[in-house]
């Protein structure tokens, strides 16, 4: 399925959220734990731990922020409101099984907690933990660059809505 946006066509679509809440004065940030599923042909399966914010794919007919949402509360366990747009990332991505490039654009919102949920979460990709971290400790936990860009500018948009 090919998607048309701002020029570029787009193989697959994603939305997730960038979380944050107060907890005593302090701001803190939702950060998800999971494995990687990388498989490198000499090693068989090589799995890591990664890092970063909650996202997920679109389910059909669903608009992103529906989709950031629903991701951030299945695998973040929150329920969260949405505050304004962060921005988005394009991704190049190799479908070994198709044997061709796929072109995957992930749009972030911040969002703010709202309550803890007991929502189940089922997918293919594992979850090992949930973490509130400072910004700083976010941005040196982060695994990838391009996650740690949006949680600089996740800041600044925040410190913009504060009075």
Known sequence: MEIKKE???????SAGGIVYRISEGRTMWLVIKTLSQKFHRSEGKNRKEIFK????????????????????????RVKSKIVTKIGSNDYIIWDK??????????????MEFVEESRLKYYDNEIVLDRLWLSYEEAGKTLTYDSEKVLLRK??????????
Not at 54 to 76: C, I, N, Q, T, Y
Not at 154 to 163: D, I, W
Request: net charge positive; no cysteine; charged share 40%.
């Open 7 to 13: 020029g570029l066509y787009y193989d697959e679509r």
């Open 53 to 76: 914010f909650p996202k997920g794919h679109l389910s059909k007919d669903e608009v992103l922020k529906v989709a950031a949402l629903r991701e951030v509360e299945e695998e973040g």
């Open 97 to 110: 099984l198709e044997k061709r490039k796929i072109i995957k654009k992930v749009t972030f919102f911040l």
């Open 154 to 163: 996740a800041k600044q948009k925040l410190e913009n809505f504060k009075p």
